[in-house]
């Protein structure tokens, strides 16, 4: 089966640029919850979206959205990029509405220039 | 502000002998906690969890302590092996917020030959 899968692999953008980030989640999970790892620092947790509701959100400025599609495919977008957005963005999956058993996918490194 | 602290970036064992990596927390709420793996270039992997009903959890060659007067929890592995050789990141959750998960910055094990 294939696990979590996220795209692109690698980004690179300019400064105020906007960015969409896309996962899919292992098939018949319905949570997907995605985390920004800063180089040297462990995951920030940024949104958890579970049967296309948001249910929880991180500390992060209105620039970062995301949503959930009927496929429980989700996409992570970020605009007016900051340098400071440069990092690893994991996303993680789960078949039931809580982080035990989740599984991550192996990120979408983004930089920011 | 971290909640959750891995005060040792680094670690190196000989193969075979035992490895331990630490992690504190500051959050008295927190009552599940979490351990994960990363290799590079791929997500982190769920390795083993605790409640805090528990004080110790253990599965195979891995065992979770917890000592919540001392808000520590540390990972033993016995005998270490060169696979092991990861980033390990230590997550915690509050009980009415499991769908978001704090993670440490992470320990770097090297496991000698």
């Known amino acids: 089966d294939a696990g979590v899968t996220q795209s692109p692999t690698h980004l690179i953008k300019t400064r105020g640029q906007h960015v969409t980030l896309r996962c899919s989640p292992i098939?018949?999970?319905?949570?997907v919850s995605w985390y920004q790892q800063v180089l040297g620092q462990g995951p920030q947790f940024i949104f958890q979206?579970?049967?296309?509701?948001?249910?929880g959100r991180g500390n992060f400025p209105d620039r970062f959205s995301a949503r959930q599609f009927p496929n429980y495919s989700s996409e992570l977008n970020v605009n007016a990029l900051l340098l400071g957005d440069s990092a690893l963005y994991l996303c993680?999956?789960?078949?039931?509405?809580?982080?035990?058993?989740?599984?991550f996918g192996s990120g979408t490194r983004l930089t920011v220039v | 502000d971290q909640q959750v602290k891995q005060n040792s970036p680094s670690l190196s064992v000989q193969e075979g002998r035992i490895s331990i990596l630490n992690c504190d927390y500051t959050?008295?709420?927190?009552?599940?906690f979490l351990w994960y793996k990363k290799y590079p270039a791929e997500g982190p992997t769920f390795l083993i969890s605790?409640?805090?009903?528990?004080d110790k959890n253990e599965d195979g060659r891995f065992t979770v302590f917890l000592n919540k007067s001392a808000k520590h929890l540390s990972l033993h592995i016995v005998p270490s092996q060169p696979g092991d050789s990861a980033v390990y990141f230590c997550?915690?959750?509050?009980?009415?917020?499991?769908?978001?998960?704090?993670f440490g910055t992470g320990t770097s094990l090297t496991v000698i030959p």
């Open positions: 993680a999956s789960s078949s039931r509405d809580r982080l035990y058993g989740y599984t």
């Open positions: 098939s018949g999970h319905k949570s």
């Open positions: 979206y579970y049967e296309k509701e948001e249910r």
């Open positions: 959050n008295s709420m927190f009552d599940y």
């Open positions: 605790i409640s805090s009903i528990k």
């Open positions: 997550a915690a959750s509050i009980l009415n917020r499991r769908n978001q998960f704090y």
